[in-house]
């Protein structure tokens, strides 16, 4: 938490409270990912939906609902990445 000083690592704003704080493995245990600091990022709950699949109409609704900008969906698509996940275009 300190290492992010408190902040989002996809939008960069400060959270609230600790019920909006989700931690997210960059390469997920099904990809040999551990729980390990290195491979953890702190992400607010509101963005865990736009690191799952989902149909590209589905996400481009959620990055207008929830006001992704470029910077945000740089950051979002290295996680995917990780992830083994498509990129958002």
Same mark, same amino acid.
């Given at each position: 938490?300190? +290492?992010q000083k408190?902040?989002?690592a996809i939008s960069g704003?400060?959270?609230a409270d600790a019920e909006h704080v989700a931690v997210w493995l960059k390469v997920p245990r099904a990809f040999g990912g551990f729980e390990r600091y290195k491979n953890m990022v /702190?992400?607010?709950k509101k963005y865990l939906i736009l690191l799952?699949? %989902?149909p590209q109409a589905v996400i481009k609704n959620l990055i207008?609902? %929830?006001n992704i900008t470029k910077?945000? /969906?740089?950051?979002i698509n290295s996680l995917r990445e990780q +992830?083994? %996940?498509s990129a958002i275009i």
């Open positions: 938490f300190s +290492a408190g902040k989002c704003e400060e959270f /702190l992400i607010h799952q699949e %989902l207008k609902t %929830l910077k945000m /969906l740089v950051k +992830a083994n %996940l």
